[in-house]
């Protein structure tokens, strides 16, 4: 600020000099009309003496001009160091300097933007916990389960899991259990027994309506073709029908049912029903080694048809807690309706046990019907008659009293 001054100071000295000696000089020039007027006033006497005072005041008017020209020159000489510091020094913030008070400015602007800059990063930070922390209070933690029980489904699901694992050993580590084969209905948190207690009702208030929609008609499921979710998560399709539109509804009625009772079950997203038979997720160290799941590795599974599930039962399983031997979750309830493949199973059993024993059965009919078999034969139960025979004689006679 001192240099700016400096420049400036000069100009204004000049300036307010000539502006004080013109209003000095105006009183001086009005004068001799205002002594003028007084001699007219006066008498005789003083017309006397009016020659001698008209000459003393041109003389005195001749001196004050030219005192008034010297001061007028010096004025407009440039004004000394001395001067301008002595003004200098009387003017406010005389000690500031431009530069440096804008270079205080952008600094503090500069220390605004910073402290803004942190205090919105820090409640970018704050935000960002907060949501984890939501999403981990938040975070599903238990599942409607519809269980796989085919075994052609979980057959062509192993021979699938062997042939990637053949070709990347990494896999082995991403595979779903053969037991654990489900498609996931509803996923849903609870934090405590009595919400557990909550959604078990709720599960089981689910399956008049379930029967509703049902009507007594079997539902039978078709998997066929392999898809991938970001090439993360590896799955087997349900077949578009009319039983897979009907599983859409059943699960769009239970979803509605747990939410009356306060249970907030169910995602945001469409629901897509679908058979995970691998997943990155299961292994923090695997996703660390794999990014990405390569698709080619079941090219040649694309569009196998894997079977039909029956649709005859919905669980309630905890995601977390320790799992069944067979590889099944922990089931806290579940509900059961029509047939299922267990069922199934027990009679293509039977049926299989019983085609076994047809040909034997036939061969016995075969030698039951020759002479000699049927001689023979009725010689061995003669003896067998006759020995039986003999043990209750002796028996009885050695139970006599006589004996």
């Known amino acids: ?36 007027a007084e001699s007219a006033g006066v008498g005789g006497d003083a017309r006397s003496a009016a020659p001698e005072r008209d000459g003393l005041e041109n003389i005195q008017q001749k001196k004050i001009f030219k005192e008034n020209n010297e001061k ?17 020094a009387e003017m406010p913030f005389v000690d500031t300097d431009i530069e440096d008070e804008c270079a205080m400015h952008a600094t503090s602007e500069l220390s605004i933007k910073k402290k803004r800059k942190r205090t919105i990063g820090r409640e970018i930070e704050e935000g960002i916990e907060r949501k984890k922390k939501k ?50 209905m509803l996923v849903m948190h609870l934090s405590s027994e009595e919400e557990i207690s909550i959604a078990a009702g709720a599960l089981s208030d689910s399956k008049v309506f379930v029967n509703d929609l049902l009507k007594g008609k079997r539902v039978d499921l078709s998997f066929q073709g392999i898809d991938h979710f970001r090439n ?8 578009e029908n009319d039983h897979t ?27 897509k029903p679908h058979l995970t038979f691998m997943k990155l997720t299961k292994s923090t160290e695997l996703r660390k ?6 698709s080619s590795l079941y090219d040649d599974f694309k569009n196998h048809y894997f079977g039909d599930e029956i649709l005859h ?11 069944q031997p067979n590889g099944y979750y922990y089931c806290e309830s579940s509900i059961v309706f029509g047939k299922s493949h ?8 039977l049926r299989r046990e019983t085609q076994a024993l047809l040909p034997r059965l036939n061969q016995i009919k075969e030698l039951l019907m020759s002479p000699e078999i049927r001689t023979k034969i009725s010689k061995e139960l003669f003896e067998d008659r006759h020995n039986r025979n003999s043990k209750w004689k002796s028996c009885i006679d050695s139970e006599s009293p006589n004996a």
Do not use: W
């Open 1 to 36: 600020m001192r240099p700016l001054l400096r420049r400036l100071l000069p100009s204004l000295c000049s300036a307010a000099a000539r502006a004080l000696l013109a209003r000095r000089a105006v009183p001086m020039a009005l004068r001799p009309a205002e002594a003028a």
């Open 72 to 88: 007028t020159q010096q004025s407009e000489e440039p004004c000394a160091a001395d001067s301008i510091d002595s003004l200098m």
């Open 135 to 184: 999403n981990k209070q938040y975070q599903p933690n238990y599942f409607i389960s519809l269980p796989i029980t085919n075994p052609k489904i979980t057959g062509s699901i192993q021979a699938v899991q062997d042939a990637i694992i053949q070709k990347d050993q990494r896999l082995s580590k991403a595979m779903v259990r053969p037991g654990s084969l489900h498609v996931t």
């Open 232 to 239: 993360q998560v590896g799955f087997v399709n349900l077949a």
């Open 245 to 271: 539109t009907l599983l859409k509804e059943i699960a769009e009625t239970m979803k509605k049912i747990f939410q009356e009772k306060g249970i907030m079950a169910g995602e945001e997203r469409a629901f």
């Open 289 to 294: 080694q794999v990014k990405k799941i390569d």
């Open 313 to 323: 039962r919905f669980d309630l399983c905890s995601m977390f807690k320790k799992k």
């Open 342 to 349: 267990e069922a199934d199973l027990v009679k293509e059993a």
